[in-house]
Nanobody, 122 residues
Framework: QVQLAESGGGLVQTGNSLRLTCTFS????????LGWFRQAPGKERTFVAA????????YYADSVKGRFTISRDSTKKLIFLQMDNLEPEDTAVYYC???????????????WGQGTRVTVST
């Protein structure tokens, strides 16, 4: 059974940076594609970034391309989301997810964390 737990959220000012961490518990870490999604108040959950299994590449939503970086540490079973030049529009609860394909479709992910809140103030 896979379990995911996010950490690193908080309150930051516009233009600052934050790094989110997702801890993966379970087997076969490198067999999974890993994604980050976010859900702003009153809105649907949307894709942020995905890191595929070895050779499957990384993918980003247009809104975060060039500002956010997804990566993984296979030794420690961690997934990171480095967020730079944050904007108020980035305010949301951020979720990490694990699945087979690095897709932007949230229904294709089998496992989800509980989320960590990020608030970007002006």
């Amino acid at each position: 059974q896979v379990q995911l737990a996010e950490s690193g959220g908080g309150l930051v000012q516009t233009g600052n940076s934050l790094r989110l961490t997702c801890t993966f518990s379970g087997r076969a870490f490198n067999s999974y594609s890993l994604g980050w999604f976010r859900q702003a108040p009153g809105k649907e959950r949307t894709f942020v970034a995905a890191n595929g299994r070895i050779g499957d590449g990384t993918y980003y939503a247009d809104s975060v391309k060039g500002r956010f970086t997804i990566s993984r540490d296979s030794t420690k079973k961690l997934i990171f989301l480095q967020m730079d030049n944050l904007e108020p529009e980035d305010t949301a609860v951020y979720y990490c997810a694990a699945g087979i394909l690095p897709t932007s479709n949230p229904t294709r992910y089998n496992y989800w964390g509980q989320g960590t809140r990020v608030t970007v103030s002006t």
